[in-house]
């Protein structure tokens, strides 16, 4: 392969942690996978981040956390916008990965990472793609990309990187070649001795049972437990392999033999309802058995008859025990799982089964590393240190200080947007009088309708509450009212005075809350005339005609008209107390029948309703916060490890790896034992008749070929002075020029600085044996930015120095025959040489190149011209 090919591998790498590579084809970086796990790796991401600009593509292998985990946060708060490409089962389970595994952190803390409306934005920018899909990266680089069927999960992928012309390069990682109930396996039939293949390690010492052997295992270990009055939890992950699972058990639940019917069988997970939809819809992507069974009967072998699908952990309390549970996520990190075996590990007829392996230092490596020795018979102890997260809402003082924070915060906020109401106005009364004074009306009459309709919803409440108790309502405290004449601020009332915050004082008249039930705006305004005016002012109701504003565009729209907030009304936990809110604004708490109804279209509802959604903070949700503790806990439980990965074991990696003996290896994903354990393997056997590369992690590995491949950049003078030669399909052209070193710019420098620490200008790389030389950490690739840096000037033509014209091109002597028939000489064979109308001959010397001759004529030059047609001269 002519190209440049490079590797860095920021995750993943002589570890089981995700997996992340960026992959460099000359000028295209591709980013292979781009995964997350629990302990949310800022440093890698960060990594990742300083890579973004120079990506131009990303390829998702599977859909797994382990794989695409970090691609909403990449997409969100790093500015990845590069085409990314998937198949359509790894887009739309993705989703629900992500869905599941950031609800389960929100529901014990604070998750800051991304959001569901990140995961959202990330995977609609996902392309799908079909398997065998022949996929061309934007620009001039000619590189394709085609996904492969990987089994594993649903959607897996292969993916074959390729150039017009050129070797190929394979990234297969976690594949599975057995036939598995819902998914067919890989085959490597289509990839045959391609340039560098990328795999992972991670179960090259691994020996898998068979799987007749595996499945008589787990439903064994499921009859005994429910037998004994006990129940199951089964550990699984979310969208991927519990498909393979939850069809074999629940054709287990159908045969009458198994006697397994009368339990309950529960798949347990945010999105359980939604992973089954999809699954029933890509009957396309599964194994040709189950095609064959749908195409047939228009059977679905995910319209399950005995999987009962919960949502909740409340949920799966209802349901009747003795049960089975599968349950997501495999590191027993977060969520359900993690929930369930903290409720379930105390008692000795329960059991836990996990399914699949996962990070080290998480509850899952933990419990599988306590199985293994259980079945061995070592004697271990059975306590486990825990961390636990909890999220509980708040109660007495913390509530009712959380309730003032935050209606502390909505006041000030009401505050500025009447501030920023009262400066609009003035500014616009400068333009237009008629316009101020309406603006200046909005706002006193809002202001007054405000603390009008809370006094009266707590009047309506406290009356309600009187009625329903068969006693009198308590009155509620109000001012009474001052002299029209005083022409002074009346004040607050007591409800408006208890639990205020301190607030900027505003000589406005917008400030002003009064209790009085007629606005008396007409007194201020009233002026001792010398004149008798026959029109005379009264006090009126108030009441404040809504002008139409416009603009260029037509008529003002406001969008918080048409946002529809959610109002929480009172709840009460016990009699004569109030649970909502109305203490923290200082209104005595009194019993309110819940059962109260209002109609939600007649107007003595809709006033207090309104009033009470401005005058106070709207809380969508009861308001909670986060415990974290450290506990001690013995497992009585039993737990086992029965292994429904669905990945190659050793054996079969090897015989996989003899059959499409890669020119180059790139090992990957794995411990260092299995690691070097593949690498001896590929180098003993001579399955890999080149380099064996074992990257570090941030370490960099040059796969190049050619080792006289350099970039450079051509200057615009000498661009402009070539003039290329078409040669088929591509153009060449003599090149004289100087070779110059330009200086970086500052900008570049300074960030060379910031990397690097202050150390030297290091060179590029060139690695035989990835163990021998110690990389860097997180170590950018620099060969754009030297590719920026080297430049080829063109010479001044005095120093340009003479050369032979060389011909390139290969034509047969019969080509050039018609050729020349074409155009209207007589040319004929005779012993090998081709003779021309008498006049000339062609003929190949013994090095192969064309030999010309004849006499000199005008028709001679005129073959000869011919002749040189068919050669691009250079």
């Known amino acids: ?173 976690d594949y599975n070649h057995k036939k598995e109930r819902h998914l067919n396996g890989c085959v490597f039939d289509a990839i045959q001795r391609p340039h560098l293949l990328i795999t992972d390690s991670f179960n090259a010492m691994y020996k898998q049972p068979g799987r007749k052997q595996r499945d008589e295992k787990l439903v064994t270990r499921m009859q005994r437990t429910l037998q004994s009055g006990g129940d199951c939890l089964v550990v699984i992950d979310t969208a991927g392999r519990v498909l393979e699972i939850a069809h074999l058990l629940d054709q287990l639940w159908s045969n009458k033999d198994a006697a397994l019917s009368s339990f309950n069988l529960v798949m347990l997970s945010h999105v359980a309802s939604s992973v089954v939809r999809f699954a029933k819809s890509q009957v396309e992507w599964m194994s040709d058995k189950v095609m064959r069974s749908f195409e047939q009967g228009r059977f679905n072998p995910f319209q399950f008859e005995h999987v009962q699908l919960c949502h909740s952990h409340a949920e799966v309390t209802r349901v009747r025990s003795p049960k089975v549970v599968l349950c997501s996520d495999l590191s027993m990190e977060c969520g359900f799982s993690r929930e369930l075996f ?86 616009g009364a400068k333009a237009d009088a008629s316009d101020s004074d309406s603006d200046d009306d909005d706002v006193i009459a809002s202001a007054v309708a405000a603390v009008t309709g809370v006094q009266k919803g707590v009047e309506a409440a406290a009356a309600a509450a009187a009625a329903a108790g068969g006693g009198a309502a308590a009155p509620i405290p109000s001012t009474p009212r001052h002299s029209s004449t005083s022409g002074g601020i009346p004040p607050t009332t007591p409800m408006m005075e208890a639990k205020t915050f301190p607030t900027h004082e505003s000589t406005s008249s917008t400030a002003v809350l009064s209790s009085y039930d007629i606005i008396q705006k007409w007194e201020h305004t009233q002026k001792a005339s010398f004149f008798k005016q026959n029109k005379k002012s009264f006090p009126m109701f108030g009441y404040q005609e809504e002008r139409v504003k416009w603009d260029d565009y037509g008529e003002v729209i406001r969008p918080e008209d048409y946002m529809m907030d959610a109002i929480v009304l009172p709840t009460m936990n016990t009699p004569g107390q109030l649970v909502n809110g109305l203490a923290s604004m200082g209104v005595d708490q009194r019993p309110v029948d819940m059962k109260m109804k209002m109609d939600p279209d007649g107007p003595a509802a809709a006033a207090p309703a309104a009033a009470a959604a401005d005058a106070m903070p709207v809380e969508e949700e009861w308001p909670t916060k986060c415990l974290k503790y450290i506990t001690k806990l013995e497992v009585l439980c039993r737990v086992e490890f029965i292994d429904f990965e669905g990945r190659s074991d050793g054996e079969s990696i090897k015989k996989i790896l003899s059959q499409i003996k890669p020119k180059q290896l790139m090992i990957v994903h794995g411990d260092k034992t299995s690691t070097m354990h593949l690498a001896e393997y590929a180098q003993a056997s001579g399955a890999v008749a080149g380099k064996i590369f074992t990257p570090k992690l941030g370490e960099i590995v040059d796969a190049t070929v050619e080792s006289r491949i350099f970039q450079v950049a051509l200057s615009d003078a000498l661009l402009s002075a070539l003039s290329f030669q078409k040669v088929k399909d591509a153009e060449l052209v003599w090149l004289d020029a100087r070779l110059l070193k330009r200086a970086a710019d500052e900008a570049t420098v300074k960030e060379e600085e910031e990397e690097e620490g202050g150390e030297g200008e290091d060179e590029e790389m060139e690695v035989d044996d990835a163990d021998a030389i110690a990389p860097p950490s997180h170590k950018r690739m620099r060969s754009k930015r030297q590719a920026d840096r080297f430049l080829l000037d063109a010479l001044p033509s005095a120093g340009i120095p003479p050369h032979q014209a060389v011909f390139v091109n290969e034509p047969k002597l019969s080509d050039m025959r018609q050729v020349l028939q074409a155009a209207g000489h007589a040319a004929e064979f005779s012993a090998g040489v081709l003779y021309i109308s008498g006049i000339a001959s062609i003929r190949r010397n013994d090095a192969g190149r064309f030999h010309v001759e004849g006499c000199a004529s005008q028709q001679y030059f005129e073959i000869r011209d011919l002749i040189y047609k068919q050669f691009a001269i250079v």
């Open 1 to 173: 392969m002519t190209s440049i090919v490079k590797l860095e591998a920021l995750s993943g790498a002589k570890d089981d942690g995700p997996l992340c590579y960026l992959l460099q084809v000359d000028d295209v970086y591709l980013l292979l996978d781009c995964g997350w796990d629990e302990n949310f790796d800022l440093l890698y991401i960060e990594a990742v981040k300083k890579r973004v600009p120079y990506i131009s593509a990303v390829l998702l292998s599977y859909a797994d956390t382990s794989h695409a985990g970090a691609l909403p946060h990449l997409v969100a708060k790093c500015g990845l916008t590069c085409p990314i490409y998937a198949t359509g089962p790894t887009c739309k389970m993705g989703v629900m990965y992500a869905y599941d595994w950031l609800q389960s952190h929100k529901a014990v803390e604070d998750f800051t990472n991304f959001t569901f409306d990140d995961v959202d934005a990330a995977f609609d920018r996902v392309q799908q793609l079909k398997y065998n899909q022949t996929v061309s990266l934007k620009g001039d680089s000619g590189l394709q990309v085609v996904p492969l069927p990987a089994g594993h999960i649903i959607g897996g992928a292969i993916w074959r990187i390729s150039k017009a012309g050129d070797d190929e390069i394979v990234y297969a990682v």
């Open 342 to 427: 903290l409720e379930w590990c105390s008692d000795t007829k329960n059991t836990i089964i996990l399914t699949g392996r996962s990070g080290e230092r998480t509850l899952g490596s933990k419990l599988i590393r306590m199985a293994e020795r259980m079945e061995r018979g070592a004697h271990m102890s059975k306590q486990l240190t825990l961390e636990i997260k909890r999220r509980i809402r708040l109660e007495g003082a913390e509530l009712e200080d959380h309730r003032a924070r935050r209606l502390h915060e909505h006041q000030e906020e009401a505050r500025k947007k009447m501030e920023a109401n009262r400066r609009r106005g003035g500014a």
